[in-house]
């Protein structure tokens, strides 16, 4: 049996937080982006302040190690009995990141150029922060194959904003497969 990771952009959060029951939701969004979120009573939520930038802009937030630290922290400790929601502003960029490193982190064993394909069968629009994924690579130790698996897929199809989107991951990991993340 598997769980999956649900994508959606900010302003499709709600009914997609209804329609997919899930119990667990990362947002990744600056703060300046967070005046529409909903009350996430009941839920775990994890919420990461980072802009969608590649590097040092001023006023923004450049995506950190520490972010893909408690990201892969959220995702660890993460029951996969409901769905994880994972949502930044328009479900293109910093979302599809955040999954595909949970995705990745949740199946060692799977080459990450599948993960990706998968990742891009699923979401056309799907263009991956670059910083997120390489911090997340570092971390979890893939020696630059996530970086090289989204480089492949190349930029997604354009869009305003992404579409609602699955990925598939494994219902349980058994141990040892998932470490603690430190920053």
Do not use: K
Request: proline share 8%; aromatic share 4%; glycine share 8%.
């Amino acid at each position: 049996m598997s769980a999956a990771l649900v994508v959606c952009p900010l302003s499709r959060l709600a009914e997609t937080l209804a329609s997919s029951r899930a119990r667990s939701v990362v947002t990744l969004l600056a703060r300046s982006q967070r005046q529409d979120l909903p009350a996430f009573e009941g839920l775990a939520h994890l919420a990461l302040d980072l802009s969608d930038i590649v590097g040092p802009r001023a006023g923004h937030v450049p995506p950190g190690a520490d972010h893909v630290a408690a990201l892969l922290n959220f995702a660890r400790r993460w029951d996969r009995r409901a769905p994880l929601l994972l949502h930044c502003y328009a479900g293109v960029s910093r979302s599809t990141a955040a999954a595909f490193a949970v995705s990745c982190a949740l199946q060692p064993g799977r080459p990450e150029r599948d993960i990706a394909a998968e990742l891009r069968a699923s979401a056309p629009s799907a263009t991956p922060n670059p910083r997120l994924v390489a911090l997340a690579d570092a971390a979890l130790g893939r020696r630059g194959r996530m970086v090289a698996a989204v480089s492949a897929i190349g930029r997604g199809a354009d869009c305003f904003e992404g579409e609602v989107f699955r990925l598939a991951v494994p219902s349980a990991v058994g141990p040892g497969q998932m470490p603690a993340y430190q920053l």
